[in-house]
């Protein structure tokens, strides 16, 4: 299976700090994505990263990927209560994207 | 653009009765997806659709799970009969693209609490 599967599963910071989620899998894949989902609502995306990158960054999301060990981080710099969500990192391959369970981020204020 | 819309956004049923969930996904999408969210398993694909055709409904527990894809603007998920089992979120989700190039965006999810 490809499946991702996000580590910690629940996080607790306070608000300014730095926030990092790790994602590992299993198979090849040609990208890897995040997304957020707040309590009650659907996923959205954040960010994708392809196969042949090793970095990205989105605003104060910066993305790591490492093929070779089959894992990926989120970095959420200077958090916010706002960002308190649900993460989850999926893969894609020749298949539809397959999600992991998600990290659970708290950001106290 | 109105996103991908699902509806109704909570259902309750009792046990044995039919259930259909209800899903326009973005106009010019090709590809729709329904998923199911429990704290147990995850998110699980349970199919998705290419140009309204079947690809892949492996994900479908069982016989009990039907879908259809009856036009590029409308698709449907069908529980009959439900069971307490079947309660979880249910989301549609669509994409440019259904083989992971291209991001999805997902509707607000469907409640199902079967009694």
């Known amino acids: 299976s490809q499946q991702g599967e996000e580590d910690p599963q629940a996080l607790s910071i306070q608000e300014g700090e730095n926030a990092t989620m790790n994602c590992s899998y299993k198979t090849s894949i040609n990208n890897l994505q995040w997304y957020r989902q707040n309590s009650g609502r659907g996923l959205v995306h954040l960010i994708l990263?392809?196969?042949?990158?090793r970095e990205k960054h989105s605003g104060r999301l910066r993305v790591t990927l490492d093929t070779s060990k089959k894992s990926s981080s989120l970095l959420i710099t200077a958090s916010r209560a706002a960002d308190t969500a649900s993460y989850f990192c999926a893969t894609a391959g020749n298949t539809p994207l397959v999600f992991g369970k998600g990290t659970r981020l708290s950001v106290i204020a | 653009d109105a996103g991908v819309i699902q509806s109704p956004r909570h259902e309750v049923t009792e046990m044995g009765q039919e259930v259909t969930l209800r899903c326009k996904p973005i106009s010019g999408h090709n590809s729709l997806f329904w998923y199911r969210q429990t704290m147990m398993r995850g998110l699980e694909l349970l199919i998705y659709f290419n140009n309204n055709v079947p690809i892949d409904d492996s994900g479908m527990p069982e016989d009990r799970f039907s879908a259809k894809m009856p036009n590029a603007s409308f698709s449907t998920l069908k529980i009959q009969p439900s069971e307490p089992r079947d309660s979880a979120v249910y989301f549609c989700?669509?994409?440019?693209?259904?083989?992971?190039?291209?991001?999805?965006?997902f509707g607000s999810g469907t409640q199902l609490s079967v009694l």
């Open positions: 989700a669509s994409s440019f693209d259904g083989l992971g190039d291209e991001k999805l965006f």
């Open positions: 990263i392809r196969s042949n990158e």
